[in-house]
């Protein structure tokens, strides 16, 4: 067998290191947050406040290039409100879940059934925290009354390995 020739040997060796440090896409991601800003229209259900929907707006500019799948939000106005755009914009609609459901219990439900793809999950600042641990198996910060703004997106490795980043809606 004649040996490779020399750039030959080196185009293998830098494709075989790139392949080795690309890190392997996720089978499923699922992006959890809090409901936008709510209006005082209402003290049971509030809807969104002109700021809320906007933020609502960004968030399916935010996803809007991504394989979105389903979009989970609680009954209340001011969720469905906040996964609305997304869905609309992906042709989904908006699935009710019940929000008194325990976290890991929820979260076992969606690894079940959405294995792959991105899922949006619209939760409140007692329950989205809770709902990103449990699907990440990590520890995350509460979410205070008075924030809207975070972004928990929850990667999923064919490994079952799952990795938590969370960013701003500036």
């Known amino acids: 067998m004649r040996p490779l020739p020399r750039l030959a040997a080196i ?3 830098l494709s075989l290191a790139a392949c080795a440090s690309t890190p392997p896409a996720p089978t499923a991601s699922y992006v959890v947050v809090r409901h936008a800003e709510k209006a005082a229209d209402d003290p049971r259900d509030p809807t969104l406040t002109d700021a809320g929907r906007a933020r609502a707006e960004r968030l399916a500019v935010w996803l809007k290039n991504e394989p979105l799948r389903a979009v989970y939000a609680t009954a209340y106005r001011r969720t469905q409100q906040t996964g609305e755009p997304a869905a609309r914009a992906h042709g989904l609609n908006v699935t009710t879940y019940d929000g008194k ?3 890991t219990k929820f979260a076992a439900q969606l690894r079940r059934d959405h294995p792959q793809g991105v899922t ?5 600042s007692n329950t989205a925290a809770d709902i990103a641990a449990a699907l990440c198996g990590c520890t995350v910060e509460p979410i205070p009354e008075t924030e809207f703004d975070r972004r928990m997106r929850i990667d999923v490795g064919a490994s079952g390995r799952a990795v938590l980043t969370q960013t701003r809606d500036r």
């Not at 949006?120 to 409140?124: A, F, P």
Request: proline share 9%; with cysteine; charged share 10%.
């Open 101 to 103: 459901r325990p976290a």
């Open 11 to 13: 185009a293998l060796c």
């Open 120 to 124: 949006l999950i619209v939760g409140h």
